[in-house]
């Protein structure tokens, strides 16, 4: 090749090579800072992931942890290796409203709602937590995982709690003296049937100590002495009336077995009542549960109202059942304060195909619509200091939709009366 053509071509080729190399630099910095600025974003996305005090999860497809922050290793008492890399069920706490052992299920839940749920800690306690999860998917809409956030309740639950009881105890005491009566009142009878039963053993000591005389004189065949005596007997035996006598013991000693019955059982209901129901749901006759709250706040109602029970074959429910108890007692007591004079409560228990179902209606006052918006907001109450805390209906609603998933309805019309509906979620207790 001619020298001159080959250097010419050989300046073309270095000047091709030099725009190459140009390029290639021009990319690899490109790529270099590209790279800088991905591990700037994983930083900034670790340090939200670190910082943030909600527990986030993050599992893939299978339920399997991948991404566990610090919040939820704290809360639970696990080492970040304990958990990376185990199945999400090892949180689940079983019977909660949301399994965590489902992948389904945990990928169908609405984003939006927020359910009160527990996570099981390492040394096996349960936590409770707002929990809310969505799925994530790939480009191809495939299931990719699920994002659990869960919010620390523990705090909130104590003193909710804390709340809850000092409610009850309140309204408790507006109850107190009313449930002294109930106490009282067959307290009285039974005192005062204790009071005939002495005179009568009195009485009936008299014969038996002639029945002994008796008794020794027919030993000592003292036959006339006898005689005196089984006339005496005779002669007792009709001024105490015996046969009046005997019926009347055997009445009133069943008068004060049914008297002393009653007041067991308000004391027992009391207890039962005052007593903080925490720790699990247990599956409670809701029926048993409306008489034995009847039994406290009797007393409010009887002289007003006539109570219409329409109990229903309903199964048992799975809740806390003091808690629920509260919730017809803060109905009752309220369906008692709106009777002004004379009224009825209706009471009806029944089944719809997801809810057990209570109902309490009164023929009271009702309330206008501006109370009516109200009644659920904690300390908004119409009635005079010391009458009510203005606490009982959100706590019944707390307790009712929050705690149990349920549904506390109202309607009310004025000078015709006021309906509240509690709806439970029915839950089969066959295993
Ligand atoms: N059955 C009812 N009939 C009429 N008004 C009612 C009834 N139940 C509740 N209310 C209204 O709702 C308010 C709030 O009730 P609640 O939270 O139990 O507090 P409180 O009874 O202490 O006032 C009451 O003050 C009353 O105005
Ligand atoms: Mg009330």
Redesign the pocket.
């Known amino acids: 090749m001619d020298p001159v053509v080959a250097d010419k071509r050989l300046t073309r080729y270095k000047t091709k090579l030099d725009a190459v190399e140009k390029i290639l630099e021009d990319k690899s910095r490109e790529l270099f800072l590209a790279n800088q600025e991905e591990q700037k974003a994983n930083a900034y996305l670790q340090n939200i992931i670190r910082s943030m005090q909600s527990c986030l999860i993050v599992t893939d497809a299978q339920c399997t942890i991948q991404v566990v922050n610090q919040a939820t290793l704290e809360l639970l008492g696990y080492e970040l290796q304990d958990i990376e890399g185990k199945s999400l069920s090892i949180l689940n706490v079983e019977g909660d409203s949301i399994d965590l052992t489902n992948i389904e299920a945990l990928s169908s839940i609405d984003t939006l709602v927020r359910q009160e749920i527990k996570y099981r800690a390492k040394n096996g306690e349960k936590v409770p937590v707002l929990f809310s999860s969505s799925a994530m998917y790939d480009a191809e809409d495939q299931l990719n995982g699920i994002v659990c956030v869960a919010l620390d309740l523990s705090t909130y639950k104590m003193l909710e709690n804390q709340l809850l009881q000092s409610e009850k105890m309140a309204s408790i005491g507006q109850l107190a003296a009313g449930v002294a009566h109930e106490i009282n009142n067959p307290m009285g009878f039974i005192f005062s049937n204790l009071g005939t039963l002495s005179e009568y053993v009195e009485d009936i000591l008299v014969l038996l100590e002639t029945y002994k005389s008796l008794e020794e004189s027919v030993a000592k065949s003292d036959l006339e002495n006898a005689q005196a005596q089984l006339t005496k007997l005779k002669q007792t035996k009709k001024e105490l009336d015996l046969g009046y006598l005997l019926g009347d013991i055997k009445e009133l000693i069943e008068e004060s077995h049914e008297g002393a019955n009653r007041v067991r059982k308000i004391v027992l209901n009391l207890k039962e009542f005052s007593h903080s129901g925490q720790g699990d749901k247990t599956f409670a006759n809701i029926n048993a549960g409306l008489d034995s709250t009847i039994n406290i706040v009797w007393n409010e109602l009887k002289y007003k109202v006539t109570l219409d029970k329409d109990y229903g074959d309903i199964p048992e429910v799975l809740c806390h059942a003091q808690e629920i108890n509260q919730v017809f007692m803060?109905?009752l007591?309220?369906?008692g304060?709106?009777i002004k004079e004379q009224g009825e409560i209706k009471i009806r228990t029944y089944e719809e195909e997801n809810y057990i179902c209570v109902s309490i209606a009164?023929s009271?006052?009702?309330?206008p619509p501006d109370?009516q918006r109200r009644?659920?907001e904690p300390f908004?109450?119409?009635?005079k200091i010391g009458?009510?805390?203005?606490?009982?209906?959100?706590?019944?609603y707390q307790i009712v939709a929050d705690k149990h998933g349920g549904e506390l309805q109202v309607e009310?019309e004025i000078d015709v009366?006021?309906v509240?509906i509690m709806k439970l979620p029915k839950v089969s207790n066959e295993i």
């Open positions: 803060n109905l007591v309220n369906a304060h709106a009164d009271g006052e009702g309330m109370v009644i659920f908004f109450t119409t009635k009458e009510g805390t203005g606490l009982g209906l959100s706590m019944s009310s009366g006021t509240f």
